[in-house]
């Protein structure tokens, strides 16, 4: 027990003690060490120390500051940090108090009804699932009047981050990013599973450039059958379609229960036509994008980027075709034509994101390779006959520490050798011949236009 004055900080320390983020042996020794110390200490500072010995973070002293001592602690994860929002309500990253791993957790809409069951078996069914691009759904649970789904943290940064800083990306980085996520796809629906709601926020890229396809599992629990209580209330249901409207399927817009893998497909396909124009193939208000995914066609690609390759608008084309039966017979065959058609630059003055560092993800799939196609230079050299090496002599290579009267003779026989070289270059000397031919020539017609003329 604390012997010391908690002075101001007396319902900071109430609050630390009911949100059970630090043990109460712990607290109290090193709360009690501090104001022994700064006896008349504010919360704020107290909270600083507490955020300094890595004992709270920062977000979590803010909250306490404020008063706000539930919801840090659900189930056994404890809340770090908000990583940000999403459709359904705030991202927080966690640490498991189990296996001390880092996850990330979705709190839900408070709602009366609440049918874990649908989410369970959800859980188990991506426990089958292995592959470095797919995050699989984790866990579900209740603490008190809060809802959460929880995913593994992945690192990365989202796919309509990047476009909105690096504008319009490459035909060859597009397709190895799809080919990833098509992949991805694939080993899903072997399992019988599917995303339902894929879009760019939705894929992480690292700095290697390895995908990750995040919010696997509510799509399927969106599209719970009739006499399965869904995970969500309506509002919360019309929130996550209006948020994926951009890159929503025709067949789902028509029937929001009717999510598939042929609708992955679509999604797929607008996420590649984002990353290459810019723009969503439908703009407009949610009505306009729903009316224009079932009846109309998209501006075509190369109208807006005239960069991206033939082979890459088709299969943009086919994967967005309103007929499910029009699309590729599976994900599969979609990666198995985008797989050709992938580069990875390599080199890039800035990443595309911050290096990922292992926070216990499975492993990523080594990156696709890039052949090494010739440069321009190479293809000049090839036509024109390699110059033979410049042989100096001995006496005039000098070293670096030489006086400078050596080192303007190592210039002048360098100027020699660059003379040599150019001489004896067979393209130099067949202009030195026509040019001298043309010049005799020149002078014999002036010659006898003189001796005619007298």
């Not at 990253?93 to 989410?119: E, G, I």
């Not at 070289?421 to 031919?437: D, E, N, T, Y």
Request: hydrophobic share 40%; charged share 20%.
């Amino acid at each position: 027990m604390l012997t010391t004055s908690l002075g101001a900080c007396d319902q900071f320390v109430r609050n630390l003690r009911r949100s059970n983020l630090i043990e109460n042996a712990k607290l109290d020794q090193v709360v009690g060490n501090y104001l022994r110390v700064h006896v008349r200490a504010e919360p704020a500072a107290l909270a600083n120390h507490l955020v300094s010995e890595e004992l709270l973070t920062r977000f979590q002293a803010d909250r306490l500051l404020k008063g706000d001592t539930q919801e840090l602690v659900l189930g056994p994860y404890v809340l770090m940090e908000l990583a940000g929002f999403g459709n359904m309500g705030p991202v927080f990253k966690a640490l498991s108090k189990t296996d001390n791993r880092w996850y990330a957790l979705k709190v839900l809409p408070r709602r009366s009804m609440w049918n874990v069951l649908l989410a369970r078996r959800q859980v188990r069914a991506f426990e089958k699932i292995q592959h470095p691009s797919v995050v699989p759904f984790a866990d579900v649970g209740t603490a008190g009047s809060q809802h959460y789904l929880v995913w593994p943290f992945a690192e990365g940064e989202s796919l309509d981050k990047i476009v909105q800083r690096e504008g319009k990306l490459s035909s060859g980085l597009v397709a190895h990013y799809g080919y990833q996520i098509a992949e991805a796809l694939s080993i899903c629906h072997q399992q019988g599973q599917f995303h339902g709601l894929l879009k760019p926020s939705n894929v992480l890229v690292d700095g290697d450039q390895h995908v990750r396809v995040v919010d696997f599992g509510v799509g399927a629990i969106l599209a719970g059958t009739a006499h399965d209580q869904s995970l969500f209330n309506t509002q919360g249901q019309a929130d996550l379609l209006t948020g994926g409207l951009d890159c929503a399927s025709p067949e789902s817009i028509t029937d929001p229960s009717n999510l598939a893998p042929e609708g992955d497909q679509y999604s797929l396909g607008c996420i590649l036509y984002f990353c290459l124009a810019e723009r969503f193939p439908f703009e407009g208000q949610p009505v306009e994008k729903m009316v224009a995914h079932q009846k109309k066609q998209p501006t075509p690609l190369r109208e807006l980027n005239p960069d991206v390759r033939k082979e890459l608008a088709r299969v943009v084309e086919r994967l967005m075709q309103k007929s499910p039966q029009a699309r590729y017979a599976d994900a599969a065959e979609a990666a198995k034509a985008l797989k050709p058609l992938a580069f990875v630059p390599s080199k890039r003055a800035v990443p595309l994101a911050p290096k990922a560092p292992d926070r216990g993800v499975s492993a990523a799939r080594p990156p696709i390779q890039a052949p090494n196609l010739p440069t321009r230079q190479a293809v000049e050299d090839i036509s024109a006959p390699p110059l033979p090496a410049a042989k100096l002599h001995p006496e005039l290579v000098v070293t670096s520490a030489a006086p400078a009267v050596a080192r303007d003779d190592r210039s002048a026989s360098r100027l020699r050798a660059l003379a040599k070289r150019v001489w004896q270059s067979r393209r130099f000397r067949w202009v030195a011949v026509v040019s001298l031919g043309l010049l005799a020539g020149l002078i014999a017609w002036i010659i006898w236009y003189k001796v005619r003329g007298k």
